[in-house]
């Protein structure tokens, strides 16, 4: 289903620092042959690659995240996650998004992704990999650490409270963040999905523990359990923001108290309050007495 110019369906292009390498995502390309007939590899960083992956991963949100009621046309074989949507829709994707970036999008057909890998199957799996890459976040998280500095100068109950509130700001805009999660909720039983998913998080959590380490020794908080660190602190956190982000998808007022505090801050002021030992009405009005830097000097 082609989107009209007034659809909620995001523009995906947009390779941010960090994002440009595509070698280790782009596993199933086939080869091309050369003028002398013999065959080579594909490069993953070619440009049309990428279009071509764009596109993929729009179709997939304009079935499971921009639908309107009673739009919903995606079908599900089995459960089966590849094969969600077509390469028609694909292509129809293609176009839309060259012509959105003053770019000519030429003859769009199936023909234009077999060529390059092959067959239907191996071009899914690529854009899944693509969907879950780890260079979408990681200019997301090296910007996190740069404005830490500014943070420090606030009480750790405003760190927490604006750390919390960006972060659920990001996965509510984001687009590929909204789609991971609708695929994880509609293909829970996938295993090609879990093992993806599963490398994300690992991800995230390497990422956020010691922007946490680099917060609590500025301040003086520490983690009175032996048995649990910045990662599990990291897992913690991160479950509880996300948690709470989820429920304001249905109504704002889900993530809020009855008395209308921040639910998220709420519930990691209760952890960090659990951990350190000292009450959070104590600790959100902590100082930073210094600069931590993220190997803890």
Do not use: K
């Not at 479950?239 to 007022?253: A, L």
């Amino acid at each position: 289903m082609r989107r009209s110019a007034g659809s909620r369906t995001p523009v995906f292009p947009g390779v941010l620092p960090g994002d440009e390498d595509l070698d280790e995502v782009v596993q199933h390309l086939g080869a091309r042959f050369s003028p002398t007939g013999l065959p080579e590899q594909r490069s993953a960083d070619d440009p049309e690659v990428r279009w071509c992956l764009e596109a993929g991963v729009r179709a997939l949100f304009e079935e499971f995240c921009a639908f309107e009621q009673g739009e919903h046309e995606a079908v599900l074989p089995a459960n089966e996650l590849l094969g969600a949507v077509s390469l028609r829709r694909v292509m129809d994707a293609y176009a839309d998004l060259l012509t959105e970036h003053g770019r000519d999008p030429g003859h769009a057909s199936r023909d234009r992704v077999l060529r390059r890998w092959g067959s239907t199957t191996a071009f899914q799996r690529d854009v899944l990999r693509y969907l879950y890459r780890p260079g979408h976040e990681r200019a997301r998280h090296t910007a996190r650490g740069e404005e830490l500095a500014l943070l420090l100068q606030l009480p750790l109950g405003e760190v927490v409270a604006l750390l919390g509130e960006e972060e659920a700001r990001v996965q509510n805009e984001d687009p590929v963040m909204q789609l991971q999660v609708a695929l994880q909720a509609a293909f829970p039983a996938d295993a090609r999905l879990q093992a993806l998913v599963h490398e994300t998080y690992e991800r995230r959590l390497a990422a956020w523990a010691p922007l946490y380490e680099r917060v609590a020794g500025a301040y003086g908080v520490t983690l009175t359990r032996d048995d649990f660190d910045y990662l599990d602190l990291a897992g913690a956190l991160n479950t509880i923001v996300e948690g709470v982000r989820q429920r304001t998808t249905s109504h704002p007022s889900l993530g809020r108290t009855r008395a209308g505090a921040s639910l998220a801050v709420e519930l990691i002021g209760m952890v960090l309050s659990q951990l350190d030992g000292r009450p959070w009405r104590e600790l959100a009005l902590l100082r930073a007495t210094g600069e931590v830097g993220p190997d803890g000097a």
